[in-house]
Nanobody, 125 residues
Framework: QVQLVESGGGLVQAGGSLRLSCAASGRTFSTLDMGWFRQAPGKERDFVAAITRSGGTTYYADSVKGRFTISRDNAKNTADLQMNSLKPEDTAVYYC??????????????????WGQGTQVTVSS
């Protein structure tokens, strides 16, 4: 079983930055593909970013390309999401997710077996 705990959410003004962190336990971290999703009120949970287990390849939603950066530290068992130039439309609960089966489809919510509890990000205009 994999446990994921997000941290780093909060309230920030438009144009500001936040860094989210996801701490994983219960399995060798380097055997997990990691992703970040977000869900705004009344909307579906959407893909934000993903990173392969080696960290060699990253994927981003078009809406965050050039502003967000996903990274991981396999020695510290963490996957981070650096968010810059934040916009009010980035407001959502952000979830960390993990896949242990090395499935394809990094942007697909069905790839991921394990989820954190979420952390709120609010961007004021």
């Amino acid at each position: 079983q994999v446990q994921l705990v997000e941290s780093g959410g909060g309230l920030v003004q438009a144009g500001g930055s936040l860094r989210l962190s996801c701490a994983a336990s219960g399995r060798t971290f380097s055997t997990l593909d990691m992703g970040w999703f977000r869900q705004a009120p009344g909307k579906e949970r959407d893909f934000v970013a993903a990173i392969t287990r080696s960290g060699g390849t990253t994927y981003y939603a078009d809406s965050v390309k050039g502003r967000f950066t996903i990274s991981r530290d396999n020695a510290k068992n963490t996957a981070d999401l650096q968010m810059n130039s934040l916009k009010p439309e980035d407001t959502a609960v952000y979830y960390c997710a993990a896949d242990k089966y090395d499935r394809m489809g990094y942007t697909n919510i069905r790839k991921y077996d394990y989820w954190g509890q979420g952390t709120q990000v609010t961007v004021s205009s």
